[in-house]
């Protein structure tokens, strides 16, 4: 009730003010034909008056008289043109009138087409229930797989899908094989059969019973979600948390959660799952790419301001890279790891980075066994980061590394 209201006094106080400026009259207070008009006719009267005192002759009089008649007529005809116009803009008046009554009714009507009527005002409290119940009552993974081809992997290989329809065949003789089940269920993944892949691990799930791992269950949800065509079901989801529930640092499995959340409208659950993954990932992490794609829409979706550092590839030496520098000759080995030792401390120091660049420098301080670079480093980290619990423990976790890598090498001279 209080719209309806509202928007009638919105309605009626803007009808008001164009029918007011419709029907404004015009500045002039008389038109300038009827001002003539009667100087005109003052000066007929003043001719009579200049003949009975002399100053003009009977001839001259007349003369003068036809000249004003002319002139009183021409004024007279403009005068009467000038009424016209005036009564054309009382009609256009009305028609002003007419006119925004018919608007505003129909803006009425098509509001109560194809407005709502009614609707009550939707805070984010209340769409996120409406989201919540939508995710609890979403396709089951049945419905889903029904909406989606199982189609083979058409670069499956001939003697690969002979073995694995030998194995089905054993399979079925043998169903406790928990080490068949693991070939069963990894083979039909690769031929692109995730519905049977996905049954297969269900049922080794459930002879391992307890000792089901979490990476079997995240192994599960996401052939599920492969057979979806993509879609975390109600089913993928239980997999899921089961999985994330024992192993929480796995790296697949918070990149399905976050594209869970982010396929059911929640944004703001989805963001912080993949900030965190994508800090705490290398450059070659399989679910890297996909995030840095998605992350920006993510952000702004939720109200977000993204810090662009977090979407830049990161660049410089990880531990990998120096590790592996550590078959070559000593002095190439030494001025390889400076060399990008120093190109990664260089962009930080101008640039900044994310708390993953800050710990690879930290690490690659503690190879080279330079402990007080590391400690000046994981100072300004700190500070950095101050306001961000992960990133600190982040940083945390690559100095204790270092220094406990450095003390190893003390310890071995």
Same mark, same amino acid.
């Given at each position: ?219 599960l949800a996401e052939m599920m979600i492969f057979a979806a065509g993509g879609y975390v079901s109600p089913e ?48 070659? +992490?399989?679910?890297?790419? @996909?995030?840095?794609?998605?992350? *920006? =829409? &993510?952000?702004? !979706?939720? %109200?977000? #301001?993204?810090?662009? +550092?977090?979407?830049?590839? @990161?660049?410089?030496?990880?531990? *990998? =890279? &120096?590790?592996? !520098?550590? %078959?070559? #000759? ?84």
């Amino acid at each position: 009730m209080a719209f309806w209201i509202a928007a009638g006094l919105i309605c009626a106080v803007v009808v008001g003010i164009v029918f007011l400026a419709a029907r404004r009259p015009s500045d002039a207070v008389s038109p300038a034909a009827a001002y003539d008009l009667q100087v005109y006719r003052d000066q007929l009267s003043e001719l009579d008056r200049d003949v009975t005192r002399g100053t003009l002759t009977e001839e001259e009089a007349t003369r003068a008289r036809t000249e004003v008649s002319r002139r009183i007529l021409e004024a007279d005809r403009a005068l009467q043109q000038v009424q016209r116009v005036e009564g054309v803009s009382r009609t256009g008046t009305v028609i002003v009138g007419l006119g925004l009554v018919a608007t505003v009714a129909g803006a009425f009507w098509v509001y109560t087409q194809i407005g709502a009527p009614g609707y009550p005002d939707l805070p984010l409290g209340g769409r996120i229930a409406m989201i919540e119940d939508a995710r609890e009552n979403r396709p089951s993974q049945e419905l889903a797989e029904e909406q989606v081809p199982d189609l083979p992997s058409p670069n499956a290989d001939p003697q690969r899908a002979d073995m694995v329809a030998q194995l089905r065949t054993v399979m079925e003789q043998r169903p406790e094989d928990t080490e068949g089940l693991t070939l069963l269920a990894a083979n039909e993944a690769m031929l692109g059969n995730f519905r049977a892949a996905h049954r297969a691990q269900q049922r080794l799930i459930t002879v391992l019973g307890d000792d089901a791992t979490g990476r079997h269950y995240i192994d599960l949800a996401e052939m599920m979600i492969f057979a979806a065509g993509g879609y975390v079901s109600p089913e993928a989801e239980q997999a899921l948390r089961r999985g994330l529930q024992l192993e929480p640092r796995d790296g697949t499995g918070r990149y399905y959660a976050g594209e869970m959340y982010a396929q059911q409208g929640r944004p703001d659950l989805a963001l912080p799952i993949w900030s965190n993954l994508l800090a705490d990932s290398r450059p070659e +992490a399989p679910w890297v790419p @996909p995030i840095r794609a998605q992350l *920006a =829409d &993510i952000a702004f !979706a939720a %109200g977000v #301001d993204l810090d662009p +550092a977090l979407l830049a590839a @990161p660049r410089g030496p990880s531990a *990998a =890279d &120096i590790e592996a !520098a550590q %078959g070559m #000759d000593p002095e190439d080995q030494r001025a390889m790891i400076e060399n990008m030792v120093e190109t990664l401390a260089d962009r930080l120091s101008t640039e900044g980075g994310t708390p993953q660049d800050w710990a690879q420098l930290i690490t690659a301080y503690g190879v080279l066994g330079r402990t007080n670079a590391a400690q000046i480093v994981h100072d300004e980290a700190l500070s950095v980061f101050a306001g961000s619990p992960e990133a600190l423990e982040t940083v945390e976790s690559a100095f204790r590394a270092a220094m406990a890598r450095s003390g190893a090498a003390e310890d071995a001279q």
